[in-house]
Structure formats: structure tokens, C-alpha cells
């Protein structure tokens, strides 16, 4: 059993910023690629930011220079710090991991979601 647990979401101001926290336990050998998407109201979910499990990261083009993915391998956690929110960024944050586990092989998993509202 492996489970994401994702936090740090909340209501923010135009311009401010906030930093989501997404961590797996449970039956993990090694996690591999890790990555946050978004989904607002309406539209399809999104890739916002992701990070490989060579470090390397990519980001869409609508928040690079603002957000920041990183994780912690020995924690298996990532993080993406999020400055100078719009409000065109609310929308439900999911974590995504793709993890080896113990007795399922290879597989996908996605967190519970974290709201973030960018609202004066």
C-alpha cells in the first residue's frame, strides 16, 4: 500500500505565495519521477511542474520563473514553491508519483489534491 499525502494548499493574495508539500510512505522501493498537476473548474487537468528521478525538471511555460519543483529523496517528498501567484492559478493541485513498489511493480499513484484559491 503506498498513499501521496499532499499539503500546504489554502487562499492566497495576487502576488503572494505558498509552498505544497507532497509525501509518500507505505511499500516504496525507490520513487521515481515526481510531479504536480493542477485541474481548475471546467477545464482538463494539467502538468505544472516535474521532477525525474536524474533531477532534471521541467515546468509549464504559465509558471516558469514563479514556481519551483523539489523534492527530498530520503523523505521521498517534493515540493513546489509557488510565488507570484495569479489568479489564473487556482485550481485543485495533485501530486503524482511513479514509484517501484513492494509487490506491485511499477505503478502510478496520485494524491488527494490540495486547493489553492489566488483571490483578493
Known amino acids: 500500500q503506498v498513499q501521496l499525502v499532499e499539503s500546504g494548499g489554502g487562499l492566497v493574495q495576487p502576488g503572494g505565495s505558498l509552498r505544497l508539500s507532497c509525501a509518500a510512505s507505505g511499500s516504496i522501493f525507490t520513487v521515481y519521477a515526481m510531479a504536480w498537476y493542477r485541474q481548475a473548474p471546467g477545464k482538463q487537468r494539467e502538468l505544472v511542474a516535474q521532477?525525474?528521478?536524474?533531477?532534471?525538471?521541467n515546468y509549464a511555460d504559465s509558471v516558469k520563473g514563479r514556481f519551483t519543483i523539489s523534492r527530498d529523496n530520503g523523505k521521498n517528498t517534493v515540493y513546489l514553491q509557488m510565488n507570484s501567484l495569479r489568479p489564473e492559478d487556482t485550481a485543485l493541485y495533485y501530486c503524482?508519483?511513479?514509484?517501484?513498489?513492494?509487490?506491485?511493480?511499477?505503478?502510478?499513484?496520485w494524491g488527494q489534491g490540495t486547493q489553492v484559491t489566488v483571490s483578493s
Open positions: 521532477s525525474t528521478s536524474g533531477d532534471r525538471t
Open positions: 503524482y508519483a511513479d514509484i517501484a513498489t513492494v509487490g506491485l511493480g511499477l505503478r502510478d499513484f
